[in-house]
T-cell receptor
Framework: EDKVVQSPLSLVVHEGDTVTLNCSYE??????LLWYKQEKKAPTFLFML????IEKKSGRLSSILDKKELFSILNITATQTGDSAVYLCAVENTGTASKLTFGTGTRLQVTL | GAVVSQHPSRVICKSGTSVKIECRSLDFQATTMFWYRQFPKQSLMLMATSNEGSKATYEQGVEKDKFLINHASLTLSTLTVTSAHPEDSSFYIC?????????FGPGTRLTVT
């Protein structure tokens, strides 16, 4: 059974801080790892990672995948209050097209 | 970008009644749609995978007779929660596959009283 573990479960930081969110996984046939941001509604897509060691970057957010050690990190620099959300990590296997297994998420709160 | 809509966004129903939730891909055709359930402060749990024109594939522990899924066209999948009970109260989210990406609908919050 595919499994995704995220840490920490929750995090409170001050605006301007840098945070690192962790995601480790076990999946039988790995296709990709995805990061999502969830505020009050459905998740919004952040990154898809398929290759090890290649950093994906979008503004203040970046992510990297280590396929050997089976983990990924999501970094957010110069955090803002608008970054407050639950960040979800999911893995996709090749067995069934696009089937995603989600972690429990990291709840990030950015305070002034 | 690819847009997925859900209707209704929020529904309150009485115990024992049935509720239908629609999921539509607005600007693309989706051969595969997925239904997830999310309880408060928990992650998304896949309930079933829905393929157009065929029966849905349910995850272990999900009752197929209780959660009826119909994927009648390439842009519409429906989830019907039959004989709903308070424990079915949850946030139901659909997603649609487009290429290698999955696009999520905004979710439907179901409250069963």
């Amino acid at each position: 059974e595919d499994k995704v573990v995220q840490s920490p479960l929750s995090l409170v930081v001050h605006e301007g801080d840098t945070v690192t969110l962790n995601c480790s996984y076990e999946v039988t046939n790995f296709r990709s790892l995805l990061w999502y941001k969830q505020e009050k509604k459905a998740p919004t897509f952040l990154f898809m990672l398929t290759s090890s060691g290649i950093e994906k970057k979008s503004g203040r957010l970046s992510s990297i995948l280590d396929k050997k050690e089976l983990f990924s990190i999501l970094n957010i620099t110069a955090t803002q209050t608008g970054d407050s959300a639950v960040y979800l990590c999911a893995v996709e296997n090749t067995g069934t097209a696009s089937k995603l297994t989600f972690g429990t998420g990291t709840r990030l709160q950015v305070t002034l | 970008g690819a847009v997925v809509s859900q209707h209704p966004s929020r529904v309150i129903c009485k115990s024992g009644t049935s509720v239908k939730i629609e999921c539509r891909s607005l600007d693309f055709q989706a051969t595969t749609m997925f239904w997830y359930r999310q309880f408060p402060k928990q992650s998304l749990m896949l309930m079933a995978t829905s393929n157009e024109g065929s029966k849905a594939t349910y995850e272990q522990g999900v009752e197929k007779d209780k959660f009826l899924i119909n994927h009648a066209s390439l842009t519409l999948s429906t989830l019907t929660v039959t004989s709903a009970h308070p424990e079915d109260s949850s946030f139901y989210i659909c997603s649609a596959s487009y290429g290698y990406e999955q696009y999520f609908g905004p979710g439907t919050r179901l409250t069963v009283t």
